[in-house]
């Protein structure tokens, strides 16, 4: 066996043939010439590749492995790792965008010549575009730190990125000269932009959404390279995978961006994507922020960060007297305010912070003091609420906070407060009453960027109720210095007026019209069957296990994967009958090439676990122990199936959807098939029970279930239609819209 050959996993040969899992389990079942595995585990053992490969073509089953796939495969099976190998990569590709010239000079001899010569190039061109311990511009200790002062120079952290050695380049030639090509076709940057997306897994990594970034740029004042005052300098505490930095060079590239993370392979990675996309200088060190600060003596004149949210371990013992709390030392409850501090003392004076903060950061007894001194210093220049899904963790309405450090100029005593909760939500196209869309982000981008820019343009803002106001500092300083923006704004105009209720009326009575017609007949009077409720009463049961093994159904898991642009049908989408979620911004924010779903459900360029819903579908909640089963209609087709779900789909030839739904939701059936632990409850789907019927009677049985569905669906309807008419009369009677009478 060739030493180092790419090695591959079930679902990595899943993605080639563009199958799902359980396929590939199959084929290594009935064909005893499939590959032997080679490494790996018992339970997700290993394979050659270029084995699979060929037994792929040998079965018809693969006409060529496309060229991103190969490379991805041989990024994940790098006997180093996939990090150390995509930072190999983004070297390489840093060569290829900075000198296609020398690049091919050097490969084109062999593998050894070209590992041999690589190093020195590679370390050239690192050295030009991600320095060196050099200068980085910026006062000196000592310094006054004065806004403009360049006075000085301070020592520079090591470059996060060491040039690779020719030994361990030598069994990373196939992958990079595979990387070379797949740029030749489509780019350095878009190839690096592909690879970095399949191998950041929003499971472990918190990723800011693009659209948000691009929003705390322009709060910042990232205009052009013309815009008076326009920031040259750029820092990220907590740079990730370098979305903020990306977006201050959107619109000036040549900005100078510093970049610190804890993550020594994410301080790599983004190094060499940033220096991919921003010609300008390019800083990123490996090291925790608050405990070890690779830039202590630079004066950004913007920074931008996403904090990591409620650490407790941030380092409050040992940073007790540490010169960064001008304004207080924060609570071992309070690594936020601690990280705004940070923000602070990195900025030239009257440079910008912008940072996204959870909500409780602004109302937190344990931060009242540290709220009230930025208040006081002038240091907090604006609080605006996000709404709810706009950033992970998506359940809650995060904040974005602008601050300033002050200067010598004397700082407006108010503070300008935003709420974007009233943005409407996005279209997804889903359909009908029961579509819960998303926020719209360019509405939510468009309140708070127009409320900042005139407040800043003017000083003055004319309040806008239940959007934006222009509060005193001193009418926060209270007990609690609550900086939370709904609190502190008058009501928006009602929602709802007079005519808005009528149509509501009218809708609500058209429903309940239309309810009391679907409401199925009383069942005749006498005794059930002795087993009907365990379904024998209709003659012979079969399970859904056994109709799995018969070839009847495919049974498919739902999981964490998602493709760009697909929204996502989750658990709570099928418990409460509503349409598939919108795809959540961490993973639109992880780009990669677009790509249709294949006819076994998967999408091709979707994580390993992906699985597309398709029209006819049955899918059920593993945990809750709700008795719920759910058809997938053409409105909740092509969406990605979320976890803690299970997914049948039907051989129509065989059984029907809906008669098929509806025996799986019978309350014996599923109590028979359920676990419970100490606190959950756990569907085994495989052993719920179905009768054995012919497809004739099954379709007899499905349109009852079809038209139960419907009606449940209508009460859902007149549920909602009543909500909003009582909640509606509430307001309009509290806020004087309506009289009494």
């Not at 079930?10 to 080679?38: C, E, M």
């Not at 590992?115 to 311990?133: F, N, Q």
């Not at 010169?323 to 940070?342: C, D, I, K, N």
């Not at 005593?413 to 029961?434: M, R, Y």
Request: glycine share 10%; proline share 11%; aromatic share 4%.
């Amino acid at each position: 066996m060739q030493e180092n050959a790419t090695e591959v996993t079930a679902a990595g040969i899943a993605r080639l043939a563009g199958v799902g899992r359980a396929a590939v389990s199959n084929w290594r079942r009935r064909h005893a010439d499939f590959p032997k595995p080679v490494g790996g585990t018992e339970t997700s053992p290993a394979f050659l590749l270029a084995e699979v490969e060929e037994w792929l073509r040998r079965q018809g089953k693969l006409a060529e492995v496309p060229l991103r796939e190969r490379v991805w495969q041989q990024v994940a099976g790098h006997p180093d790792g996939p990090a150390a190998a995509l930072t190999q990569v983004g070297c390489v590709l840093l060569l290829v965008h900075e000198r296609p010239t020398r690049w091919l000079e050097t490969a084109a001899g062999s593998d050894e010549r070209l590992a041999a010569l690589l190093p020195a190039d590679l370390a050239h061109v690192l050295t030009v575009r991600l320095g060196t311990a050099a200068a980085v511009p910026g006062p000196a200790p000592g310094d006054d730190g004065a806004p403009g002062s360049a006075s000085g120079t301070h020592p520079a952290a090591p470059p996060a990125v060491r040039p690779p050695t020719g030994p361990e380049l030598l069994p990373s030639v196939p992958l990079l000269r595979g990387a070379a090509e797949l740029a030749a076709e489509n780019g350095a940057r878009h190839t690096y932009e592909f690879l970095l997306d399949r191998y950041v897994d929003p499971r472990h990594h918190t990723l800011t959404p693009p659209g948000l970034a691009d929003l705390m740029a322009d709060l910042a004042g990232m205009g052009g390279p013309d815009r008076p005052g326009s920031p040259r300098v750029v820092l990220d505490p907590a740079c990730g995978t370098g979305t903020l930095l990306r977006a201050a060079a959107r619109t000036h590239p040549a900005r100078e961006l510093h970049g610190q993370d804890s993550a020594p392979a994410l301080a790599e990675l983004t190094a060499l994507r940033l220096a991919l996309h921003a010609p300008g200088p390019v800083r990123t060190a490996a090291a925790d922020t608050l405990r070890g600060d690779a830039f202590p003596a630079l004066r950004a004149d913007a920074v931008l960060c996403h904090p990591p949210f409620n650490e407790r371990n941030w380092g409050h013992e040992e940073l007790a007297y540490d010169p960064r709390w001008e304004y207080g030392f924060p609570a071992r409850t309070e690594s936020e305010l601690a990280w705004v501090q940070h923000c602070l003392a990195r900025l030239r004076e009257g440079g910008t912070a912008v940072l996204l903060m959870p909500p409780a950061a602004a109302s937190r007894r344990s931060g009242r003091r540290i709220r009230a001194d930025l208040l006081r210093r002038g240091a907090l220049r604006a609080v605006i609420a996000l709404p709810p899904g706009t950033a992970p963790p998506h359940s809650l309405p995060l904040h974005l906070w602008v601050l300033r450090r002050p200067g010598r100029t004397p700082v407006r005593p108010e503070v300008l407060l935003v709420d974007t909760a009233g943005a409407p939500a996005a279209a997804t196209g889903a359909t009908g009453p029961a579509a819960r869309p998303g926020p719209d982000c360019d509405v939510v981008r468009e309140i708070a960027l127009d409320a900042w820019q005139a407040y800043e343009r003017t000083g003055v803002l004319a309040e806008r109720p239940g959007a934006a106001r222009v509060v005193p500092v001193i009418d926060l300083l209270d007990d609690d210095v609550d900086l939370t923006p709904a609190r502190h704004l008058p009501p928006p105009v009602t929602a709802e007026g007079p005519e808005q209720l009528v149509a509501v009326r009218e809708r609500l009575d058209a429903t309940l019209r239309l309810t009391a017609r679907l409401a199925p007949a009383a069942p005749p009077p006498g005794p059930p069957a002795p087993d009907a409720s365990a379904t024998g009463g209709l003659g012979p049961v079969t399970t859904v296990g056994e109709l799995v093994r018969g070839g009847a159904l495919t049974l498919v898991t739902g999981g964490t994967g998602g493709r760009r642009g697909l929204p996502v049908l989750t658990d709570l989408d099928v418990l409460t009958g509503t349409a598939p979620s919108p795809a959540a911004p961490a993973a639109a924010s992880r780009g990669g090439s677009g790509g249709g779903a294949d006819a076994d459900g998967t999408a091709d360029d979707a994580d390993d676990d992906t699985v597309v819903t398709r029209a006819g579908d049955v899918v059920l909640p593993v945990s809750g122990g709700e008795p719920v089963a759910r058809v997938v209609d053409e409105a909740a087709s092509g969406a990605v199936l979320g976890r803690n779900l299970v997914l049948l789909r039907p051989d129509p030839q065989t059984l029907d959807p809906w008669f098929l739904a509806g025996f799986l939701r019978g309350t014996a059936n599923h109590r028979r098939a359920s676990s419970f632990a100490s606190t959950a409850t756990r569907l085994d789907v495989r052993r719920l029970r179905v009768p054995r019927l012919p497809l004739e009677e099954q379709r007899r049985h499905g349109e009852r279930f079809r038209a139960l569905d419907e009606f449940e669906g209508a009460l859902r309807q007149v549920a909602q239609l009543g909500e909003r008419l009582i909640r509606g009369s509430y307001d309009a009677l509290t806020d004087g819209a309506v009289p009494p009478s």
